[in-house]
């Protein structure tokens, strides 16, 4: 079977692929979550940095990233650009918060002696004598 990249404009066929076999795929999530836990052990400094470089490439490559979305999704040629730099702005804008935004926030709950701890995407709750 093969999954076909279709210019929605032109409806000419830009590139054929093959699709990848259940193995492949198990494969490639294995490597995606050894990838997740080096990146989650890697310090928040080295992945600002890493976030950092990854805008500037957007920004630097938004028209060839604008003219590919265009071609494969149909998306005006200046709103792909635009979109690709926003994309660079959110890169800037987590890289140079990451630090605050991952710090450890204590949140005093009303009614019990309770902390929330709440690294953005996850919560914890803990129940600590020490915390009134």
Excluded at 33 to 38: G, S
Excluded at 67 to 83: C, F, N, V
Aim: proline share 3%.
């Amino acid at each position: 079977m093969t999954i076909a990249s279709i210019d929605p404009a032109t409806g000419r066929t830009l590139r054929e692929f093959a699709a990848h076999d259940g193995a492949h795929i198990d494969r490639a999530l294995t490597r995606a979550r050894d990838a997740f836990d080096q990146w989650r052990h890697t310090p928040a400094v080295e992945r600002a940095a890493m976030v950092t470089r990854v805008g500037q490439l957007l920004d630097a490559d938004k028209r060839e990233l604008g003219r590919l979305m265009t071609q494969e999704m149909g998306k005006l040629y200046t709103a792909a650009i635009d979109e690709a730099a926003k994309c660079a702005v959110a890169c800037r804008h987590y890289a140079e918060n990451a630090g605050r935004y991952l710090a450890p926030e204590t949140v005093h709950v009303e009614g019990e002696r309770s902390v929330a701890r709440v690294p953005r995407l996850h919560l914890r709750v803990e129940h600590r004598a020490d915390v009134l």
